[in-house]
């Protein structure tokens, strides 16, 4: 593994754990509601219907490009 992959893989761990505690202070505070978007939280939903799909060459794209990618992480807060 090279020292770029490395850092990569470390920037991803940090990403996420940042992300987790962010996640955490806004359920905590009991004002917002956490609603998750992007390929990480949508593509395994979508996965389990694949067998549905009219035309397969589709659903193969959609998920072949995101499977590489780093997607958002973004996560939308509704004030409740």
Known sequence: ???????????????????????QMFRESGRYTIL????????PE???YQHLAEVKAVMAEGI?????????QSALLRKN
Do not use: W
Not at 36 to 43: F, I, K, Q, R, V
């Open 46 to 48: 979508l996965a389990q």
């Open 64 to 72: 072949a490009p995101a499977c590489g990618e780093n997607s958002s």
């Open 1 to 23: 593994m090279d020292e770029r992959h490395r850092i990569f893989i470390k920037d991803l761990v940090k990403g996420k754990i940042a992300e987790i505690i962010f996640e």
């Open 36 to 43: 998750h978007s992007g390929y990480e939280y949508t593509l």
